[in-house]
């Protein structure tokens, strides 16, 4: 069954630092999400991406984060300058027709 | 903007006991319904939707949902849970959009389902 893959698994990067969380949607779908799970509270939405431009986007997306489709395979989503209140579980997801299929998630730790 | 309640945080049963995780939204529009399940170290897995139709849907591993209009409902059901269902279960609401689109889904804060011996 296809599969929405991330990279890496876990990151830990320190205050201040960008980083770059990796997805490959599959390979058919159209749409493209990042939610984040800060740990013990909700899912979040935080940007949908269609078309080589983002869709939607929540509050929580600020000028910190951006979304780019580099390659036509990959899907990355870039914070500038990590905070501790970054820290969270990332989770990509794409879609085609009524259907999320979200990937397993990157763990990223700021410290 | 919808929002969703899952009332139980967790919810601690036996082996071949049944099991209701209980789901409430509130939404100004139609919504499609949705049923995620997390197991330990993994990420979101579909287990069961509603989009249309029949009001109750199932899973293949015997889980079953609901749609209550009327109640603004989606409760989660299985007869007889195994130990393997211990897992975090979230429940989610999308608002329908024509087109094949959907729009963002909106979580609730996840009931986590323990199955003792």
């Known amino acids: 069954e296809p599969e929405v893959t991330q990279t890496p698994s876990h990151q830990v990067t320190q205050m201040g630092q960008e980083v770059i969380l990796r997805c490959v949607p599959i390979s058919n779908h159209l749409y493209f999400y990042w939610y984040r799970q800060i740990l013990g509270q909700k899912v979040e939405f935080l940007v949908s991406?269609?078309?080589?431009?983002?869709?939607?986007k929540s509050e929580i997306f600020d000028d910190q984060f951006s979304v780019e489709r580099p390659d036509g395979s990959n899907f990355t989503l870039k914070i500038r300058s990590t905070k501790l209140e970054d820290s969270a579980m990332y989770f990509c997801?794409?879609?085609?027709?009524?259907?999320?299929?979200f990937g397993s998630g990157t763990r990223l730790t700021v410290v | 903007a919808q929002s969703v309640t899952q009332l139980d945080s967790q919810v601690p049963v036996f082996e071949e006991a049944p099991v209701e995780l209980r789901c409430n939204y509130s939404s100004s529009v139609s919504v499609y319904l949705f049923w995620y399940v997390q197991y330990p170290n993994q990420g979101l897995q579909l287990l069961l939707k509603?989009?249309?139709?029949?009001?109750l849907v199932k899973s293949i591993n015997g889980f079953e949902a609901e749609f209550n209009k009327s109640q603004t409902s989606f409760h989660l059901r299985k007869p007889s849970v195994h130990i393997s269902d211990t897992a975090e279960y979230f429940c989610a609401v999308s608002e329908t959009k024509r087109g094949s689109t959907l729009g963002r889904l909106y979580f609730g804060r996840g009931t986590q389902l323990t199955v003792w011996p």
């Open positions: 509603y989009l249309s139709g029949s009001t």
């Open positions: 997801a794409s879609s085609a027709l009524y259907g999320y299929t």
């Open positions: 991406f269609y078309n080589n431009e983002i869709s939607e």
